[in-house]
């Protein structure tokens, strides 16, 4: 299944030759991000498939690992800056897996044009119910008042969980 977010080929194409291949080291692809015009910037988010946390060793591995695949591809030509990171707390919500994994959660989630009763794009609330095919999120209006929020995943432009600091 395709990352729900917004991505350019660029990103697509270095997810679909990295995602096997880090598979199988036991780690999963969250996002991959360019930033920067003159000094560009590949930023690769991964979590690790065993459930544990990701050390600063396993994105060091995983940097390892893919700076070579990434330079026989030559996805990005000019010179760039490799960064591999964790999830964090606030981790973002980019396959309908994660949104599975993380039912009961509270979420920030932003949509490409207002959907629902809400003339707002970004809703705050709990993640009540995901599957393959979209999102349930309990959520408020501008009158605070409780709504369920029925979404697609080709309405979501960005996701990611809303820490919880107890």
């Known amino acids: 299944m395709h990352n729900i977010l917004e991505t350019t080929s660029t990103t697509?194409?270095?997810?679909?030759?990295?995602?096997?291949f880090l598979k199988a080291e036991g780690y999963e692809i969250i996002r991959i991000l360019v930033n920067g015009?003159?000094?560009?910037?590949?930023?690769i988010m991964i979590d690790r498939l065993d459930g544990q946390i990701v050390t600063v060793t396993d994105c060091e591995k995983v940097s390892r690992l893919v700076s070579p695949v990434l330079?026989?591809?030559?996805?990005?030509?000019?010179?760039?800056?490799?960064?591999?990171?964790?999830?964090?707390?606030?981790?973002p919500l980019t396959k309908p897996d994660h949104f599975i994994?993380?039912?009961?959660e509270k979420i920030m989630v932003q949509t490409s044009h207002p959907v629902g009763k809400s003339?707002?794009?970004?809703h705050k609330g709990v993640l009540e119910f995901a599957s393959e095919k979209g999102i349930t999120v309990d959520t408020y209006d501008e009158k605070n008042e409780n709504f369920k929020l029925e979404l697609k995943y080709d309405?979501?432009?960005?996701?990611?969980?809303i820490p919880s600091y107890e």
């Open 101 to 104: 994994r993380f039912v009961g």
């Open 37 to 43: 015009n003159i000094r560009k910037t590949l930023q």
């Open 12 to 20: 697509e194409q270095m997810n679909s030759k990295l995602s096997d």
């Open 119 to 122: 003339p707002r794009i970004r």
């Open 71 to 91: 330079d026989v591809y030559n996805f990005i030509s000019d010179a760039y800056n490799l960064e591999v990171s964790s999830p964090g707390m606030d981790r």
């Open 155 to 161: 309405t979501i432009k960005s996701a990611r969980l």
